[in-house]
């Protein structure tokens, strides 16, 4: 089983700053199948970015993803005030699928 | 646009069975080639994937809860079923169903259910 180690835990930040988040795997994902999700409190998670780096439909572009191998970043360029949540990513290269402990993005 | 609906009892006593269903609306379940899934999350933890339905009818589990998994397809009534077995305090969670979109066994999560919390109590 691939796991998946996020970090930051929690990212304090303001709105207009960038956000990078990480997500390390403890093996290689093959063909960069990593999803990145954003969850609200009391709401499913929202796909932002599958494929390591593309964005999913409806997605602002202020939202990027990349990385290969083991190591992915999840990149908010500038945040907006409805950015503020808890990021998972997901590996699905591996069976079984897992998911990260997830990146809490609050406000500082 | 697609919409999933989880449904079934919020409260099941331990070692009973849990069951719960995935009302697909905005797109057939069975017309494309899609992975019908089940993801759970207990209070403050992470997304665990149970288990997918395949349109083909074909299944997967989570080799941590194979032994106690069944998803089934409802074609007729566009939906697809979770039921897990012999159930105990640690299968409290929220349940989410979510289509699976991708090819060859590969697939990343696009649209969810809004989720529905289960507690396993006697």
């Known amino acids: 089983e691939i796991v998946l180690t996020q970090s930051p835990g929690t990212l304090s930040l303001s709105p207009g700053e960038r956000a990078i988040l990480s997500c390390r795997a403890s093996q290689s994902v093959i063909s960069s199948y990593l999803a990145w999700y954003q969850q609200k409190p009391g709401q499913a998670p929202r796909l932002l970015i599958y494929g390591a780096s593309s964005r999913a439909t409806g997605i602002p572009d202020r939202f990027s993803g990349s990385g290969s191998g083991t190591d992915f970043t999840l990149t908010i360029s500038r945040l907006e005030p409805e950015d503020f949540a808890v990021y998972y990513c997901q590996q699905y290269g591996g069976s079984p699928f897992t998911f990260g402990p997830g990146t809490k993005v609050d406000i500082k | 646009q697609v919409q999933l609906q989880e449904s079934g009892p919020g409260l099941v006593k331990p070692s009973q069975t849990l069951s719960l269903t995935c009302t697909v609306s905005g797109g057939s379940i069975s017309s494309d080639s899609y992975y019908w899934s089940w993801i759970r999350q207990p209070a403050g933890k992470e997304l665990e994937w149970i288990g997918r339905?395949?349109?083909?009818?074909?299944?997967k589990y989570n080799p941590s809860l194979m032994s106690r998994v069944t998803i089934s397809l409802d074609t007729s009534k566009n939906q697809f079923s979770l039921k897990l077995s012999s159930v105990t305090a640690a299968d409290t969670a929220v349940y989410y169903c979510a289509r699976g979109k991708g090819s060859s066994g590969y697939y990343h999560f696009d649209y969810w259910g809004q989720g529905t919390l289960v507690t396993v109590s006697s």
């Open positions: 339905i395949y349109t083909s009818g074909s299944t």
